[in-house]
């Protein structure tokens, strides 16, 4: 199989993928995507180094001269964890320092995920959730899957690589990365 091949087979994953979702927006009408809560994780790091739009501005000969500190990877960067529906944010948990993500930790997520679309959507636990998130190994693990059918919550389908399908890695992320950078 070549590299062709694989790409084709991803492309029509892709396809299927978007047709599925259309198919059912048609079907159920934009009331179903008030039923649509998706998710995802990124590193944040706890430094932002200056970015070099920042290094190019004006300073004066009295401006005190940054210094740049060594630190470990692992005091730099800390798991984010974000869940949101297309009226806002939901939940955003920040994994513990030390803290290794899998499945039962997912699951945890998921019942504070759970908690807080029960407070703050009222009534939105009575209808199907659609929860779209990631094809990551701990999202289809049984525990998680285990987990999820209790909630009688049902997945959308998102295909292995889909960088069009993740819009929070150009909305959601970017911003929430500047907006915490350095705090």
Request: net charge positive.
């Amino acid at each position: 199989m070549g590299a062709q091949d694989v790409h084709r087979g991803a492309q029509k994953q892709r396809v299927a993928c978007a047709l599925t979702f259309l198919m059912r927006y048609h079907k159920e009408g934009d009331g179903m995507l008030s039923h649509i809560v998706t998710g995802d994780e990124t590193w944040v790091s706890r430094f932002t180094p200056e970015s070099k739009q920042q290094s190019l501005h004006w300073k004066h000969t009295g401006s005190p001269k940054r210094k740049n500190f060594k630190q470990t990877f692992s005091t730099r960067k800390i798991m984010c964890t974000i869940f949101w529906d297309r009226q806002g944010v939901l939940l955003v948990e920040f994994l513990p320092q030390g803290t290794t993500i899998n499945s039962a930790v997912y699951c945890e997520t998921l019942k504070k995920l759970r908690l807080a679309i029960q407070n703050k959507r009222r009534g939105m636990l009575s209808a199907t959730i659609l929860l779209l998130h990631d094809n990551a190994r701990l999202h289809y693990a049984a525990q998680t899957q285990d987990l999820i059918t209790s909630f009688k919550w049902e997945q959308m389908y998102h295909p292995l690589y889909s960088p069009d399908l993740v819009p929070s890695d150009y909305h959601i992320f970017l911003h929430l990365k500047k907006f915490l950078g350095g705090k």
